[in-house]
């Protein structure tokens, strides 16, 4: 069998491993819905989490893995990632946030910057449990109150780049969700985009009593208020800074 065939099969099944049966559910471009009605996942708190690593240059690595190659030649295609602490690249500072709208028209945001964190008991029902500035392991996360969700009418979760330098072409990203009950739902980051500073990755609807998750993954040049007007929020927007997380 030909090397290109075997490397085309090891793809599709590294693609349906990620089924229901292995407890995920992968949103992508030819599948980016689901209902967490129809998954029994529209109670309790919904934990919403970004982690991310960066990766070195896929030129760079490859003369030292040669070793590895003659083992393994599908790692040739595998960039390899580090810690986003690692001091052998740029450290970036990735931030989650999310922009909600109440079912009584109320709208504001959930982020670290200007230290909107939010409440998981009150409006907006939505709750930032810190800001991580290293990308360790645990990441950031927002919690949503799916008890209330017929308060709650469509929240967009968002992903922006603090420091204002563009670096998404130099991590992997990765948002999951982890419902009260049901597989969680992984939404990948891969695409290069090494202008953009902000990403909108997912949004929750609250669509006739039917609360639908769909994949984004729209990257904007720009801040929050690009993405407001993408979205068509309307709200005001002004320079912020980083609060202490409480």
């Not at 990755?201 to 006739?208: G, P, S």
Request: aromatic share 10%.
């Amino acid at each position: 069998m030909a090397f290109w065939n075997i490397l085309r099969q090891d793809r599709a099944a590294q693609f349906d491993s990620g089924g229901v049966a292995a407890h995920v559910i992968g949103l992508t471009r030819r599948r980016p819905t689901v209902s967490l009605t129809k998954q029994g996942a529209a109670t309790g708190n919904l934990r919403v989490n970004l982690s991310w690593k960066m990766r070195t240059s896929d030129f760079d690595s490859r003369p030292r893995r040669s070793g590895r190659l003659l083992r393994d030649p599908l790692k040739f295609f595998q960039p390899e990632p580090v810690q986003a602490h690692t001091r052998a690249v740029t450290n970036v500072d990735l931030d989650i946030g999310c922009l909600y709208e109440l079912a009584d028209g109320t709208k504001g945001v959930v982020q670290p910057l200007g230290g909107y964190f939010g409440d998981l008991n009150d409006p907006p029902y939505v709750k930032l449990s810190g800001d991580d500035r290293f990308g360790s392991p645990s990441g950031e996360t927002i919690f949503v109150n799916l008890d209330h969700r017929d308060d709650i009418r469509r929240l967009l979760f968002f992903v922006y780049i603090y420091d204002q330098t563009p670096a998404f072409d130099r991590t992997h990203a990765m948002m999951t969700l982890y419902p009260s009950n049901g597989p969680r739902i992984e939404i990948e980051l891969d695409e290069r985009a090494p202008e953009a500073r902000s990403c909108a990755v997912f949004l929750l609807e609250n669509v006739k009593g039917e609360l639908l998750v769909r994949r984004e993954a729209k990257f904007v040049y720009g801040f929050q208020g690009e993405l407001d007007r993408m979205y068509g929020w309307g709200m005001q927007w002004g320079r912020g800074f980083k609060a202490g997380a409480p």
